[in-house]
């Protein structure tokens, strides 16, 4: 085990034994090569199923980044404006009053799109 995994691997236990998290898992890849593959815990409570590094997990803004960097590269390259309404690129997205919310407002998370309702659970989100 290299220092990085035992590290990662020590890391993810601790949360784990601490309550923070029930189950996690890490990948990291460097240039191409995974050098960690750690995982801790249980993926499902009811039957005690542990996490392997196959198992699924549903991921909260991860695309965000790759979004961010391709709306400024076509901004670079004049495709759009970042004051251009986002209704005039996806025009249902104006629905309930956010007619007016620009690429501007998207990219600073100021867009007026609420967050997810409280007690939303896992079985909520994937129905």
Same mark, same amino acid.
């Given at each position: 085990?290299?220092?990085?995994?035992?590290?990662?691997?020590?890391?993810?236990?601790?949360? !784990?034994?601490?309550? &923070? =998290? #029930? *189950?996690?898992?890490?990948?990291?890849? $460097?240039?191409? +090569?995974?050098?960690?593959?750690?995982?801790?815990?249980?993926?499902?409570?009811?039957?005690?199923?542990?996490?392997?590094?196959?198992?699924?997990?549903?991921?909260?803004?991860?695309?965000?980044?790759?979004?961010?960097?391709? !709306?400024?590269?076509? &901004? =670079? #390259? *004049?495709?759009?404006?970042?004051?251009? $309404?986002?209704? +005039?690129?996806?025009?249902?997205?104006?629905?309930?009053?956010?007619?007016?919310?620009?690429?501007?407002?998207?990219?600073?998370?100021?867009?007026?799109?609420?967050?997810?309702?409280?007690?939303?659970?896992?079985?909520?989100?994937?129905?």
């Amino acid at each position: 085990m290299t220092d990085v995994q035992q590290e990662v691997q020590e890391a993810i236990d601790r949360l !784990v034994a601490s309550g &923070a =998290e #029930r *189950g996690l898992q890490v990948a990291v890849y $460097r240039h191409g +090569e995974q050098v960690v593959d750690a995982v801790a815990g249980i993926a499902d409570p009811a039957t005690g199923r542990p996490v392997t590094s196959d198992t699924p997990f549903f991921s909260y803004s991860i695309g965000k980044g790759v979004a961010a960097t391709v !709306v400024h590269v076509l &901004a =670079e #390259r *004049g495709v759009l404006d970042y004051d251009t $309404r986002i209704v +005039e690129l996806w025009p249902e997205f104006g629905a309930n009053g956010k007619e007016r919310a620009t690429v501007r407002h998207a990219l600073s998370q100021s867009a007026g799109v609420p967050g997810l309702p409280p007690g939303l659970t896992v079985e909520d989100l994937c129905d």
